[in-house]
Nanobody
Framework: EVQLVESGGGLVQAGGSLRLSCAAS????????IGWFRQAPGKEREGLSC????????YYADSVKGRFTISSDNAKNTVYLQMNSLKPEDTAVYYC????????????????????WGQGTQVTVSS
């Protein structure tokens, strides 16, 4: 059974940091890239970052470059999203998802191409 389980969300003050985790199981980790997305109330889901551990490549949306860092621990099949300098507008449900490497090369954050999704974790940034 494929599973993506996010954790690490919570309530933090503006300017603070959080590290989200995404534990993957049930598929061959190296065949997929893992992306992070978020959805705020009343807004469309937004792609943030993606990592391919098999080729050591990362990709960031402009909205989070310089503040968020994606990384992976291949031994644990886990991907992390370190979020620094958080702002109230970062408040959202954060999701991780898996996409075949074939699609990573063309558009790393094309949500339509993602096969598997986690249940999400809430991040709330207070002002």
């Amino acid at each position: 059974e494929v599973q993506l389980v996010e954790s690490g969300g919570g309530l933090v003050q503006a300017g603070g940091s959080l590290r989200l985790s995404c534990a993957a199981s049930g598929f061959t980790f190296d065949d997929y890239a893992i992306g992070w997305f978020r959805q705020a109330p009343g807004k469309e889901r937004e792609g943030l970052s993606c990592i391919s551990s098999s080729i050591g490549s990362t990709y960031y949306a402009d909205s989070v470059k310089g503040r968020f860092t994606i990384s992976s621990d291949n031994a644990k099949n886990t991907v992390y999203l370190q979020m620094n300098s958080l702002k109230p507008e970062d408040t959202a449900v954060y999701y991780c998802a898996a996409v075949l490497m074939f699609y990573y090369y063309s558009d790393p954050l094309d949500q339509i191409k993602y096969d598997y999704w986690g249940q999400g974790t809430q991040v709330t940034v207070s002002s």
